[in-house]
């Protein structure tokens, strides 16, 4: 009888006690539900005024979605903005450029910092990351200085170079990426003849994929929302790129005419402006996710 009244309350504590984390998980899904439409409900608010009129936009009582939608918006900010396709491929052009040479940079210094050893090595990995905690902004007038005394402002190619030479939170991501990945693979690529060049290329650098999308990712999204330096640098309305284009626009008082100029039509614009980072990160979340949770490991 002791056996049973025993296993019968080992029963019902362990009932309770699941009783009790499935209470916990549900008040989990409600806290990440509650932060995730706090966070959505302004880019929500940001899509319905784009597909609204100025009447709906300015009635007694907004509703939250669009009762006729249109494009109308979208149309009117391509029209007031001429040189659109323009700043458009002027960002395009220095997003994945910076993008791709971050990656091939960034890759082969953390190789060098995780695999090879040499003087001062852990000095100079330690002192690049410490310049993270370096604002840019402090040194914007002594990176003007530079970039005129080289030739690179007002120049697309200026701005790929400026953009890339910040590399230290990729070279530390490349690092950590590396420094997980098993050396056997690489001593077992030597012993078959391959030299350290060789072994880098065909065996450690895809399986650093990962991590190698992760920066890839940072950068992009870093180089497209980049303001303040990108204005600093260009003096070239043909140069401008596509969030410059934008800001320059809506400060034109002439553009506040017509139907449908309202901020409907400035939250059009920087929709357009933000779709290529979303598309961007769609196609390579699978790849940032598995960055993320396989080669970023400490």
């Known amino acids: 009888m002791a056996t049973l009244a025993t296993a019968s309350h080992r029963s019902w504590a362990g009932t309770l006690e699941r009783l009790w984390?499935?209470?916990?998980?549900?008040?989990?899904?409600?806290?990440v539900w509650a932060l995730m439409l706090l966070f959505l409900l302004p880019i929500v608010w940001a899509v319905s005024a784009s597909l609204k009129t100025r009447v709906e936009l300015y009635q007694a009582l907004p509703?939250?979605?669009?009762?006729?939608?249109?494009?109308?918006?979208?149309?009117?900010?391509?029209?007031?903005?001429?040189?659109?396709?323009?700043?458009?491929?002027?960002?395009?052009?220095?997003?994945?450029?910076?993008?791709?040479?971050?990656?091939?940079c960034a890759s082969l210094a953390g190789y060098a910092f995780a695999r090879l050893?040499?003087?001062?090595?852990?000095?100079?990995?330690?002192?690049?990351?410490?310049f993270i905690f370096v604002?840019?902004?402090?040194?914007?007038?002594?990176?003007?200085?530079?970039?005129?005394?080289?030739?690179?402002r007002n120049s697309l190619f200026g701005l790929i170079l400026a953009f890339t030479a910040g590399i230290a939170v990729p070279c530390f991501i490349m690092?950590?990426?590396?420094?997980?990945i098993p050396s056997v693979f690489e001593e077992a690529a030597m012993i078959d003849g391959c030299n350290r060049w060789?072994?880098?290329?065909?065996?450690?650098?895809?399986m650093g994929t990962g991590g190698m999308v992760v920066v890839g990712l940072f950068e992009f999204i870093r180089v497209w929302g980049e303001f303040l330096f990108t204005f600093t640098m260009l003096d070239r309305r043909e140069l401008y790129t596509l969030g410059i284009g934008i800001?320059?626009?809506?400060?034109?008082?002439?553009?506040?005419?017509?139907?449908?100029?309202?901020?409907?039509?400035?939250?059009?614009?920087?929709?357009?402006?933000?779709?290529?980072?979303?598309i961007f990160y769609i196609l390579l979340q699978k790849w940032f996710i598995r960055g993320l949770t396989e080669g970023l490991k400490l």
């Open 63 to 104: 509703s939250l979605l669009p009762g006729n939608p249109t494009l109308a918006n979208y149309a009117f900010a391509i029209q007031r903005m001429p040189a659109f396709l323009q700043q458009f491929q002027n960002s395009l052009i220095v997003a994945i450029g910076a993008t791709i040479l971050q990656v091939v």
């Open 198 to 206: 060789q072994a880098f290329w065909r065996i450690i650098a895809p």
């Open 135 to 152: 604002p840019r902004a402090g040194g914007l007038i002594a990176q003007y200085e530079l970039m005129s005394f080289l030739g690179l």
């Open 175 to 180: 690092r950590q990426t590396f420094l997980n």
């Open 117 to 130: 050893r040499f003087p001062g090595r852990d000095l100079i990995f330690f002192t690049m990351v410490m």
């Open 247 to 278: 800001v320059m626009t809506w400060a034109d008082s002439n553009v506040l005419e017509g139907e449908f100029s309202t901020y409907g039509t400035q939250c059009a614009g920087y929709l357009m402006y933000a779709a290529p980072v979303i």
């Open 21 to 31: 984390w499935r209470r916990g998980a549900v008040f989990q899904r409600l806290a």
